[in-house]
């Protein structure tokens, strides 16, 4: 059974969806899946069910999920479970998955899903792992980065909207063709920085910024990044946002994550530590 990885966005969601190049990462948060013959006693979702097709298994296949990502929270859960079935059914099948071009391919199908347009960045990088550079329509970019990167995900609540919806609200937001050119140009400086082992504090805090002018930022996700700010972090939604109620997770920069780890657990609220690149 393979560990499938969930990931972070560290800079240009949204933007990527407009061509611009956006920087994502695989977190130590994963999910394993195994055929257990009938699926009768499966609860399966549309996701799996999806998977379970596209991997061409029969749909009264039964699959078991085990998975620590979040679900709805910009860490590519779907993405992992399309990813973790398919191989599973294919295994189950005795046709093995030979290549990641063939299974980003098929886990880009189970994303139309939930997304409905999907740039297909979390598929790639759920599939080829590590840190890498997407932009639509090019190939994938594996980059080495210089130097480990640890962060802090803050939840924020479950976003209410689908991927779908955010990306929807993007194409009708003010000011939109500005705030993604500036999005697509901090996304490269974020890839040089990260590359060259530099700090990329400011320019995640900068992304953040612009990310909640563009409106995919909620009230309270707003306010929790304003608190984190004072205490000297650098904060930025990962992922499609969410506006009405919660906005999934928060990436969280600091030079000391123990000051914002103290601040959140006084509030009883959710973290995790994740560190990419490094062990
Ligand atoms: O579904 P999420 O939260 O991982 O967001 C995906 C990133 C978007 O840029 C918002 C959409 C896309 O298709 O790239």
Redesign the pocket.
């Known amino acids: 059974m393979r560990i499938i990885n969930g ?1 972070v ?1 560290l800079s ?6 407009y061509g611009k190049v ?1 920087l994502a990462a695989s977190i130590n948060l994963g999910v394993v899946a195994k055929v257990v013959g009938d699926g009768n006693s499966v609860d399966k979702n549309e996701i799996v069910i999806r998977a379970i097709e596209v991997a061409g298994g029969d749909s009264k296949l039964g699959v078991e999920i085990e998975s620590e990502i979040p679900v709805g ?4 859960s ?2 992992a479970v399309a990813s973790a079935v398919i191989l599973s059914v294919r295994e189950y099948l005795g046709s093995p998955i030979k290549s990641k071009k063939e299974l980003f391919n098929l886990v880009m199908e189970c ?1 139309k899903v ?2 409905g ?6 598929a790639a990088v759920v599939v080829y792992g590590g840190l890498i550079a997407f932009t639509k329509g090019r190939p994938i970019e594996k980059l080495a980065i210089g130097k480990p990167l640890e962060l802090l995900l803050v939840d924020t609540g479950k976003p209410v909207e689908t ?1 779908k919806e ?2 929807e609200l ?1 194409a009708k937001a003010r000011n939109r063709e500005d705030l993604i050119d500036q999005i697509g140009k901090l996304s490269l400086r974020v890839k040089n920085e990260l590359v060259l082992g530099n700090d990329i504090d400011e320019l995640l805090d900068n992304n953040g910024c612009l990310l909640e002018e563009l409106g ?1 930022v909620g009230e309270r996700a707003n306010e929790l990044s304003n608190e984190l700010r004072k205490l000297g972090a650098s904060v930025k939604v ?4 969410g506006v009405k109620e919660g906005s ?1 997770m928060l990436l969280v920069r600091h030079n000391d994550l123990n000051v914002v780890r103290k601040y959140l657990d006084r509030r009883k609220m959710s973290h995790y530590s994740t560190k990419i690149g490094g062990r």
Not at 12 to 17: A, F, K, Q
Not at 73 to 76: F, K, Q, R, S
Not at 117 to 122: F, N, Y
Request: aromatic share 0%.
């Open positions: 990931k966005i240009g969601e949204h933007s990527v969806v956006a929270a910009g860490l590519g779907s993405a994303e939930a997304h347009k999907p740039s297909g960045i979390d991927t955010m990306v993007v995919v990962t992922g499609a946002g999934g």
